[in-house]
C-alpha cells in the first residue's frame, strides 16, 4: 500500500540554522508529493509540491526535490526563523483511482532566538 | 477569497450528546474530507465524499456520521457510540481528480467532552 514515513521529532533549530527534515514513501505508481505546515491551533497549508520525478517545489525559502531513485522529498531550509515553527507533515497521492492524500505522523519544528 | 469555514471553533460536548461540526467551501470542490487529529498525532481520514449524494468510510468512521446534501456542505456528526471524541477536526476539499492540486483544509474544531 501507499504510505509515508518521516523523522521523529521534535526537530530543535537555532535561529538562522540549515533544516532538514526526511521524508520516504512507498507507493504503487507515479505519486504526487507534498508538504504541508501546520501552526498551532490551525489547520493546514500547503507549503510545496512535486508532481513528477526530479521537480523541485520551493515557496517562502523551502525546497524538497522528489527524488523516485530513493523515493525520498526531503524538506530543507537554508536559514530558520523563529516564526517557522510548527508541525510539518510530508503527504503523497498517487495518480490512478480517486487521489486520497496520505499524510506521514508530522515532524515538530521549534526555533529558538 | 475562496474558502473552507469550519463551526465552531472549540465545541463542548456532554456524555452520550451527539453533536455536528460544520464544514463549508465555497471554492467549487467536489471531494471533501474529515480528519481527526489526536495530540502529537497525525491525521487519520473518518469519511470523504466525492461528489454530491455520496460518501465512503474511512479507516475510523465508527462512531461518526456524515452527509452530503450539498456541494458545499459536508458536516459531521459525532455520535454517542463514538467512546473517545476529544480530538482537533480537520475538513478539507480538493478537485476531483486532483493528484496535482492536493487538499485545501478549515482551521478545525476542537471538540472536548466534559
Known amino acids: 500500500g501507499n504510505s509515508v514515513t518521516q523523522m521523529e521529532g521534535p526537530v530543535t533549530l537555532s535561529e538562522e540554522a540549515f533544516l532538514t527534515i526526511n521524508c520516504t514513501y512507498t507507493a504503487t505508481g507515479y505519486p504526487s508529493l507534498f508538504w504541508y505546515v501546520q501552526y498551532p491551533g490551525e489547520g493546514l497549508q500547503l507549503l510545496l509540491k512535486a508532481t513528477k520525478a526530479d521537480d523541485k517545489g520551493s515557496n517562502k525559502g523551502f525546497e524538497a526535490t522528489y527524488r523516485k531513485e530513493t523515493t525520498s522529498f526531503h524538506l530543507e531550509k537554508g536559514s530558520v526563523q523563529v516564526s517557522d515553527s510548527a508541525v510539518y507533515f510530508c503527504?503523497?497521492?498517487?495518480?490512478?483511482?480517486?487521489?486520497?492524500?496520505?499524510f506521514g505522523t508530522g515532524t515538530r519544528l521549534l526555533v529558538s532566538p | 477569497d475562496g474558502g473552507i469555514t469550519q463551526s465552531p471553533k472549540y465545541l463542548f460536548r456532554k456524555e452520550g450528546q451527539n453533536v455536528t461540526l460544520s464544514c463549508e467551501q465555497n471554492l467549487n470542490h467536489d471531494a471533501m474530507y474529515w480528519y481527526r487529529q489526536d495530540p502529537g498525532q497525525g491525521l487519520r481520514l473518518i469519511y470523504y465524499?466525492?461528489?454530491?449524494?455520496?460518501?465512503q468510510k474511512g479507516d475510523i468512521a465508527e462512531g461518526y456520521s456524515v452527509s452530503r446534501e450539498k456541494k458545499e456542505s459536508f458536516p459531521l456528526t459525532v455520535t454517542s457510540a463514538q467512546k473517545n471524541p476529544t480530538a482537533f477536526y480537520l475538513c478539507?476539499?480538493?478537485?476531483?481528480?486532483?493528484?496535482?492540486?492536493?487538499?485545501?483544509f478549515g482551521s478545525g474544531t476542537r471538540l472536548t467532552v466534559v
Open positions: 465524499s466525492q461528489i454530491v449524494n455520496d460518501f
Open positions: 478539507a476539499s480538493s478537485r476531483a481528480g486532483t493528484g496535482d492540486y492536493g487538499y485545501t
Open positions: 503527504a503523497l497521492t498517487t495518480n490512478t483511482g480517486f487521489q486520497k492524500l496520505v
